[in-house]
């Protein structure tokens, strides 16, 4: 099964695909989290991404898709695999279909003021990628033993920009794959249990 997760920042795309990704055998495939782990080890893509990711905006196409191809090629994507934040320019979608299929595209829908919020609450693993809320999880550890840290592009100034940049550049996705028949909206402003539900449904149709 090959999946897509489209929506907004902190539309909660990571926390789903985590739970998605392991209950069907697939990869999940997060590009801002290979970007960030770039980033972590100073590799030359991880610098050259960095001021771009800190400024919320997008990073060039030829540089994802490079990244993207060299990642389904490996192992654990046999099975399939679901994209947790890419695509997210048409130019991307496009070049995507010329390199796999896809089953079903998951559209998270969240109102922007509940973004802003969740995001700035938001900590983050640095090795196993999950994603915390501070009201939910005080705590400074992941479940996994890892320190939790904030994301340098979770600062309030850069999560309005990357909301601009995800209207201009990444919305129309939901218009180009609703006219593929792919696309399905779920409501992702409720508990995070109902919203994996209602992806599972849509999923096992
Ligand atoms: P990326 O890491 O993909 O960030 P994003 O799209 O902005 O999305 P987020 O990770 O912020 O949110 P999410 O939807 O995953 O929400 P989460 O589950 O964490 O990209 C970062 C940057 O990398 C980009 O800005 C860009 O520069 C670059 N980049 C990446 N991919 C690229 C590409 N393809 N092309 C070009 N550039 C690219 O949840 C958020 C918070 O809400 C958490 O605290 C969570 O606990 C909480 N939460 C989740 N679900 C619920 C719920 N149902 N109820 C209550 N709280 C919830
Ligand atoms: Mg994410």
């Given at each position: 099964?090959?999946?897509?997760?489209?929506?907004?920042?902190?539309a909660?795309?990571?926390?789903?695909?985590?739970?998605?990704?392991?209950?069907?055998?697939?990869a999940?495939?997060?590009?801002?989290?290979?970007?960030?782990?770039?980033?972590?080890?100073?590799?030359?893509?991880?610098?050259?991404?960095?001021?771009?990711?800190?400024?919320?905006?997008?990073?060039?196409?030829?540089?994802?898709?490079?990244?993207?191809?060299?990642?389904?090629?490996?192992?654990?994507?046999?099975?399939?695999?679901?994209?947790?934040?890419?695509?997210?320019?048409?130019?991307?979608?496009?070049?995507?279909?010329?390199?796999?299929?896809?089953?079903?595209?998951?559209?998270?829908?969240?109102?922007?003021?509940?973004?802003?919020?969740?995001?700035?609450?938001?900590?983050?693993c640095?090795?196993?990628?999950?994603?915390?809320?501070?009201?939910?999880?005080?705590?400074?550890?992941?479940?996994?033993?890892?320190?939790?840290?904030?994301?340098?592009?979770?600062?309030?100034?850069?999560?309005?920009?990357?909301?601009?940049?995800?209207?201009?550049?990444?919305?129309?996705?939901?218009?180009?794959?609703?006219?593929?028949?792919?696309?399905?909206?779920?409501?992702?402003?409720?508990?995070?249990?109902?919203?994996?539900?209602?992806i599972?449904?849509?999923?096992?149709?």
């Open positions: 099964m090959k999946l897509i997760f489209l929506g907004p920042p902190g909660g795309k990571g926390t789903q695909a985590v739970k998605i990704a392991e209950r069907f055998g697939i999940h495939i997060s590009t801002g989290d290979m970007l960030r782990a770039e980033m972590r080890e100073g590799t030359e893509l991880g610098n050259a991404a960095k001021d771009l990711i800190e400024r919320g905006e997008l990073v060039p196409d030829d540089v994802i898709l490079g990244m993207v191809k060299n990642r389904i090629r490996q192992d654990d994507c046999k099975n399939g695999f679901l994209f947790d934040g890419f695509p997210r320019t048409i130019a991307q979608a496009e070049a995507l279909e010329a390199i796999s299929p896809i089953d079903h595209v998951i559209n998270l829908e969240v109102p922007v003021e509940r973004l802003i919020s969740r995001i700035s609450g938001r900590r983050m640095p090795d196993c990628g999950a994603a915390y809320h501070v009201s939910k999880h005080p705590d400074a550890r992941c479940d996994c033993g890892s320190t939790l840290y904030q994301r340098e592009d979770d600062k309030e100034e850069t999560v309005r920009n990357r909301l601009v940049v995800y209207e201009r550049s990444t919305k129309p996705l939901i218009e180009y794959y609703a006219n593929k028949g792919l696309l399905h909206s779920v409501n992702g402003d409720a508990d995070v249990d109902v919203v994996d539900a209602e599972r449904a849509v999923i096992s149709k």
